[in-house]
């Protein structure tokens, strides 16, 4: 059985979609055995909290430097033992050391179709609002490993979705989660879960029987 703990920093709508997917069989063979956010207020801790799920807050507020709040964030996920780390809407650059430790098992979310869109500053709406002033017709989501750099892991899946006429950050954000984000985080999950993601020279390799589901 997988454990895993899923890191959040806002409104948790892809940890509550995980959620949501272990408890209707979409995902098998994973748990979640903790959630973290860098936010006290985060409504995504009310979620898991729901869900009976430990879960924790990690400020950098209550540390004085950035290493500080490094070290206590590594050493709450030790404490935890994951066997997979999800980015789940995680906002904050990760300590190296921490990324190091969990080379191929750390995955992130991110809302666009990487390459486009991504890279440092581009998080939440600004993605949305950056795919919109360039007037692409078709963007998405991409769930990927995480690596030492800004959104450059290996890519484990990518779903497009399609812009709308008249459509604003808010419409575009909302169509990539519902289409896109809350479908191919879970699927991504559920395949690591069953040993069916490799990586091989820095890409990521499918069993072809996952991809059709
Ligand atoms: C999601 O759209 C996720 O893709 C994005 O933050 C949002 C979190 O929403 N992540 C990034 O932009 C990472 N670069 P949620 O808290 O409702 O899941």
């Not at 985060?42 to 009976?52: F, N, S, V």
């Not at 954000?173 to 991504?188: C, D, H, S």
Request: charged share 25%; aromatic share 6%; proline share 4%.
């Amino acid at each position: 059985m997988l454990k895993i703990a899923v890191l959040v920093s806002g409104g948790g709508t892809n940890l509550q979609a995980i959620l949501d997917a272990i408890e209707n069989g979409v995902i098998t063979n994973a748990r979640v055995e903790a959630v973290i956010s860098n936010k006290k207020d985060a409504y995504a801790l009310t979620r898991a909290k729901e869900h009976g799920i430990r879960s924790f807050a990690v400020s950098p507020k209550e540390y004085e430097t950035r290493e500080a709040f490094g070290e206590a964030l590594l050493s709450k996920i030790n404490e935890i033992a994951p066997d997979l780390i999800v980015l789940a809407g995680f906002l904050v650059i990760l300590p190296e050391k921490l990324v190091m430790q969990y080379k191929n098992r750390m995955i992130n979310i991110h809302p666009s179709l990487i390459p486009s869109f991504c890279g440092p500053g581009y998080y939440g709406l600004k993605v949305h609002e950056e795919a919109l002033a360039r007037g692409v017709k078709v963007t998405g989501a991409t769930v990927h490993f995480v690596d030492g750099g800004c959104d450059t892991g290996p890519i484990i899946m990518q779903k497009a979705v399609e812009v709308e006429q008249g459509d604003t950050p808010e419409t575009l954000q909302r169509r990539v989660m519902e289409q896109a984000e809350w479908i191919i985080l879970p699927k991504t999950i559920d395949m690591i879960a069953n040993g069916k993601v490799q990586v091989c020279d820095g890409k990521v390799v499918l069993e072809q029987e996952a991809m059709t589901k």
